[in-house]
């Protein structure tokens, strides 16, 4: 991985500003490290995930610019993460230049674009093939993080959620709902582990484009992600399958307001196309360097 560094690099998605959105670390050339270096590393680190980069499969991609790449939470590894495959996007862009970038995730290949945008670095990911199904245990949900039901907007209900991982969507009804975030941390992450859960992306409509999102995360050991682009990427494929927004749509997230580390994600929904695009900012967070 010629002109690629095994250090560990420091870069939060999805906003310009390096007091926002969502650290990452990143190590470029993670080749010589088994699991659980990589698993030290990033409970080390305790964002809620880092990346690293190893050789793609044969064939995959662009030479030079088609890599695998693994994350892991504080806890363990997770099958696919959006805030650090842009934060990655973007840090191998400023090293080999913006572009078509390929990487080999556990659930399927990602590819992502560079580009620069009004004088900063903005990656657009492209999820895998989402879905989505009938959410169990809801009551059970609710309870933990105590909700009532009537929390709840009726016209966005309930669903698993998948497009690289899987996540819980509920919608509230209020802001206030969302913005009080106050629930049990065992039983969430237990509920999450029953159901394969990723995150819980809660969500409240401001207007027909542009909802607020959180996400507990108790599962990788965090209580909150501060902008996640998976979560992101499943939830526009809930909308559009639920017929809550057009076939072409781009909808505007607001993340980590109620944290004070606010992000932006940008989620593209294209005719004809069943996959899911995010787009976001990354920038290096200084002095941070290992």
């Avoid at 497009?163 to 009804?173: D, F, K, S």
């Avoid at 969500?203 to 542009?210: G, P, Y």
Wanted: glycine share 8%; with cysteine; hydrophobic share 45%.
């Amino acid at each position: 991985m010629t002109d690629l560094s095994s250090d560990i690099l420091h870069y939060t998605a999805f906003t310009t500003d390096p007091a926002g959105g969502n650290p990452a670390g990143i190590v470029l050339d993670a080749s010589t490290l088994d699991d659980a270096a990589m698993l030290a590393i990033a409970a080390d680190l305790g964002y809620s995930e880092s990346a690293f980069l190893t050789p793609p499969p044969e064939g995959l991609g662009e030479p030079g610019r088609a890599f695998t790449i693994r994350f892991f939470s504080p806890k363990a590894e997770v099958s696919f993460c959006g805030h650090a495959t842009v934060a990655t996007a973007v840090a191998l862009a400023e090293r080999i230049g913006p572009g078509a970038l390929t990487f080999a995730t556990q659930n399927g290949t990602v590819p992502v674009e560079v580009a620069e945008v009004d004088g900063a670095l903005q990656a657009t990911l492209t999820s895998v093939e989402p879905y989505l199904e009938e959410a169990a245990g809801i009551e059970e949900a609710l309870d933990i993080l105590r909700w009532r039901k009537d929390d709840l907007d009726a016209a966005l209900p309930p669903r698993f959620a998948y497009a690289g991982a899987r996540h819980l969507v509920l919608a509230a009804a209020t802001r206030e709902r969302l913005a009080d975030l106050d629930y049990d941390f065992d039983r969430l992450a237990a509920y999450m582990t029953e159901h394969g859960l990723t995150t819980v992306q809660l969500v409240w409509r401001a207007s027909e484009h542009v909802f607020h999102v959180r996400d507990p995360f108790p599962v990788g050991g965090v209580v909150e992600d501060p902008a996640t682009g998976a979560a992101a990427a499943a939830f526009g494929a809930y909308l559009r399958e639920l017929g809550a927004t057009t076939p072409t749509a781009t909808l505007t997230l607001h993340q980590g307001e109620d944290m004070g580390r606010p992000g932006l994600l940008a989620v593209e929904l294209r005719e004809g196309d069943p996959r899911v695009h995010v787009s976001g900012n990354a920038v290096r967070i200084p002095g941070q360097e290992n």
